[in-house]
Nanobody, 126 residues
C-alpha cells in the first residue's frame, strides 16, 4: 500500500521561508509524477506545483511562481516544496499527491492524482 507523509509545516512570519517534505513508501516512486496542493479554510483544494518523474520539468501555479520551488530525490522517495517570501495568502493545509503518469498530463487537475498525504499546516502571520 502506498503511503505519503508530509512534514515541515508550521507558523512563520510573512516574508519568511519553509521547506515541506513528503516521503512516499510503497509503490515505485521514481515512476510517479508528484504534486503539491493546498487548501485554505472555506476554499477548494488548489494546485501549487508539480514535478515529473525525472525531476526534469516542473510546473507552478501563477500565485507561487518565483517564490516556491519543487524538487525530488528519487533515492530517498521524497519530494520537497521550498517556499520563500511567504505571504498571508499562502496559509493553508499543504498536501502532496501522486500522479500515476510520470509525464504529468493535466498536472493541475487534482482528480488525476491517486494518492494523498494527510497534509501539513502552514500558517503565515502578517
Amino acid at each position: 500500500q502506498v503511503q505519503l507523509v508530509e512534514s515541515g509545516g508550521g507558523l512563520v512570519q510573512a516574508g519568511g521561508s519553509l521547506r515541506l517534505s513528503c516521503v512516499v513508501s510503497g509503490g515505485t516512486f521514481a515512476s510517479y509524477g508528484m504534486g503539491w496542493f493546498r487548501q485554505a479554510p472555506g476554499k477548494e483544494r488548489a494546485f501549487v506545483a508539480a514535478i515529473r518523474w525525472s525531476g526534469g520539468e516542473t510546473y507552478y501555479a501563477d500565485s507561487v511562481k518565483g517564490r516556491f520551488t519543487i524538487s525530488r530525490d528519487n533515492a530517498k522517495n521524497a519530494v520537497y516544496l521550498h517556499m520563500n517570501s511567504l505571504e498571508s495568502d499562502d496559509t493553508a493545509v499543504y498536501y502532496c499527491a501522486i500522479h500515476p503518469a510520470g509525464g504529468l498530463y493535466s498536472y493541475s487537475n487534482r482528480n488525476k492524482y491517486t494518492n494523498w498525504g494527510q497534509g501539513t499546516q502552514v500558517t503565515v502571520s502578517s
